[in-house]
Every structure is written in structure tokens, then in C-alpha cells.
């Protein structure tokens, strides 16, 4: 555990360290690092950054969503080999001086609770499970017991009820967005002056949207698309994987592999993965919308939804449920938690068959592997 002043020089930090090197001769546009993915969807993929890249966010969202200072103290649960916990607990709070609490151990709710309270970090990012266990853990501490000034979410869409409770609690916002290791940090977000919960915001100053369809042409307002993004910090390929570089980095845009929603007023609305779309009784579900409206049963702590063929061919969607502590599922739950989004979403949104489950598959980052629970599937058949 340790509180780093980002205003220390690094060999004054490192008892006995030899002086630093002479910084080599680089632009912004050499090849710095690679950062890989995650892995929520498969084999992660080394996403090639260059230098300009780590100034690009610290003047992007750094800058003009976070407004860090250098009285700030940050504690992001995501750790420093992630792009989002890279941007959280380095490149920003370096850029302006401010002091980065480091956790080495595994991010519960307890861990984190701990650093919090005993850290006070005025800046805490977190990711939706994490916010979703802490305010389920018997733990939780006090509104008055933190300094918190906001919090963050990134790594999938933030439900709107877990953001509503956890804001309520604490007194604090939770701005939601989305990032990829792709684009090294978050493009469309939230912001302390436009919050909208079951939202990820609109575009960070500095980068551009749109939304295509399945043949490349722009959709309406209100319509499914799938999201591409422009911006500096676009990284260069993937190492050693030209066929899929080919068919995310398209010139100028990327390709996030995201569904998205873009009303009037220019909100985006994540409507889902691309290849975890489901199609039930000939029309397009989003796992995450019915997930969210899972969550809001007193009795779910988290859902993950897949589809699965049945015996005809035909896909139905299953819903691998996680009870909150000391709760017991049965089929008369399971048929309560079916009719409880029957109540709330289209007839043909709700999932057909409801498993009850431990704990979800999830990336380190906390991202849920939904293949993971197809290849689960596969095998019981």
C-alpha cells in the first residue's frame, strides 16, 4: 500500500536507486507501448500506443472531465497495466501533481473500503460490479466517513440503479463512460456539470461519434448503431494481428465492437456488444438492457444474459443470475425474477430460462466474459 506525491521525483522514492538515464530523443508519434486488452470477448489483443497518446488523455478527459488538481488525491480500483487504470493512477494525476493511492491487493469491497477510509481520496474509479458489491456488503461505511468529491465507471455501462443508489449514499456523482484499450482511456462520459444515470454521456471534448449500420451508412436518432470513434489517442494496430488491425483501425476511426443508442440531444445509451446481441423471436435484444432491469430485483446482486439454441434452432435467452447473501434460488425465484422483467420490458425481452450461479466469469478489470458462459453451456450439452 502506498500514497504517491506525484510532485517527488522517482529516485528520491527508491532508497539506493541509481540516477535516472538521460530521456532518449522521441516525438509524440513513436511507438511507446503496448497495452493489451482485457480478454472479455476472447484472447486479449495488444493494442500498439504511441507517446502522444498518454498526453492526448490527460488533456482530454484528464483535463476537462475530471478536472483534477493537485490537491487531489486518486485511488482507481482498476490497476496500472489496464488502460483505464493506466489513465487513473498515472498519466492523470502526474500531469497536474496530484497524490495516487496504489493497492496491490485484489480490489473487494472490503480492500477498498479500507483505502477510503484510511486514504481519503478525493477521487475513486470503479467499475460496475465493484459499485454493485459495495453497496451490497455489510461494510459499507458512511457518507461522513469519506471525502470523496466523485467517483467513476468505466469497463461496462454503469445500470442506472446501481449509479442512483451509490450516488444517494454517498452524496457524491458517479460519471459513468466508455473507453477501450484501444482508444487508451474513456471518449464519452459524464460529467459533474451533465450527469444522466443509465447513460454513458456524450463525447469527450476532443473526440468525434458516429453511429453506422450494418451496411456503413449513418442511422437516425433513437436507432441502434454500431459506434465508431475519432481521436488522437487511437492506437496503432494490434501487434501481430493485421486481419483484425484491418477491421478495427479504419483510417481515421476505430471501431469499438459496441451498439449504441444516440438521442436527440446527443446522449449515447449502450445497447450492447456486437457479437452478444441476441435476436429472439425475430427481433434485436440487448443482454445488458434486460441485465439492468435484472439487477433492480431485491434479491439479484448481478446477471449476465446469453442466448442459447433450443431444439429447433431457434435462439432463447438464459439469464445466469447471482443472489445476493443469503438468499436461495429455487425455481419459484426463478420464476418471480421472470416475471419481474416481464413487468418491466417487452414480452419477448425476458429471459426464458433463469440459472442460478456463484459468480459471473470476469476480466480482471471486472468485465464480464459472456463466452465464457456460452462455452459453459456447450459443455452441459
Not at 100 to 122: I, Y
Not at 270 to 286: E, F, I, N, P, T
Not at 360 to 369: D, E, F, R
Request: net charge negative; aromatic share 10%; glycine share 10%.
Amino acid at each position: 500500500d502506498a500514497a504517491v506525491p506525484g510532485t517527488q521525483a522517482l529516485g528520491a522514492l527508491i532508497e539506493g536507486a541509481e540516477p535516472l538515464p538521460m530521456a532518449a530523443a522521441t516525438s509524440c508519434d513513436d511507438i511507446a507501448f503496448w497495452l493489451y486488452s482485457s480478454g472479455s470477448t476472447g484472447r486479449p489483443k495488444g493494442a500498439v500506443h504511441t507517446h502522444g497518446n498518454l498526453f492526448s488523455t490527460a488533456a482530454t478527459y484528464g483535463a476537462q472531465v475530471l478536472c483534477l488538481a493537485e490537491g487531489d488525491i486518486t485511488f482507481s480500483a482498476a490497476k496500472l497495466f489496464f488502460a483505464y487504470g493506466l489513465g487513473n493512477a498515472l498519466t492523470f494525476p502526474l500531469s497536474v501533481g496530484a497524490t495516487v493511492v496504489l493497492m496491490a491487493e485484489r480490489p473487494t469491497p472490503e480492500a477498498v473500503f479500507r483505502r477510503l477510509v484510511e486514504r481519503q481520496p478525493s477521487v475513486f474509479f470503479g467499475v460496475p460490479t465493484l459499485y454493485a458489491g459495495m453497496l451490497a456488503a455489510p461494510e459499507l461505511p458512511s457518507r461522513e466517513a469519506l471525502r470523496l468529491r466523485c467517483c467513476t465507471s468505466a469497463g461496462e455501462a454503469l445500470p442506472r440503479e446501481i449509479g442512483e443508489r451509490f450516488s444517494a449514499h454517498f452524496g457524491v456523482p458517479v460519471l459513468d463512460g466508455i473507453g477501450s484499450t484501444e482508444m487508451l482511456h474513456i471518449f464519452i462520459s459524464n460529467s459533474a456539470e451533465a450527469l444522466r444515470y443509465g447513460s454513458s454521456g456524450r463525447p469527450v471534448p476532443g473526440y468525434e461519434m458516429q453511429l453506422l449500420d450494418d451496411d456503413g451508412q449513418p442511422v437516425a436518432d433513437d436507432e441502434v448503431g454500431d459506434l465508431y470513434v475519432r481521436g488522437d489517442s487511437s492506437a496503432l494496430m494490434y501487434w501481430g494481428d493485421r486481419q483484425r488491425s484491418r477491421s478495427t483501425f479504419l483510417g481515421p476511426w476505430t471501431k469499438t465492437g459496441d451498439k449504441y443508442v444516440r438521442d436527440a440531444e446527443g446522449w449515447y445509451t449502450y445497447a450492447g456488444r456486437c457479437d452478444d446481441m441476441l435476436k429472439v423471436s425475430g427481433q434485436y435484444v440487448s443482454p445488458f438492457e434486460v441485465e439492468s432491469c435484472l439487477m433492480q430485483h431485491e434479491d439479484v446482486l448481478e446477471a449476465a444474459m446469453i442466448g442459447v439454441s433450443d431444439g429447433d434452432g431457434l435462439t432463447k435467452s438464459k439469464a445466469f443470475v447471482v443472489l445476493k447473501p443469503g438468499v436461495e434460488g429455487n425455481d419459484a425465484l426463478a420464476v418471480r425474477i421472470k416475471a419481474f422483467v416481464k413487468e418491466r420490458l417487452a414480452p419477448h425481452k425476458y429471459p426464458r430460462r433463469v440459472d442460478f450461479i456463484d459468480e459471473l466469469p470476469k476480466t480482471p478489470t471486472g468485465k464480464i466474459q459472456r463466452f465464457r458462459l456460452r462455452e459453459l453451456e456447450s459443455a452441459r450439452r
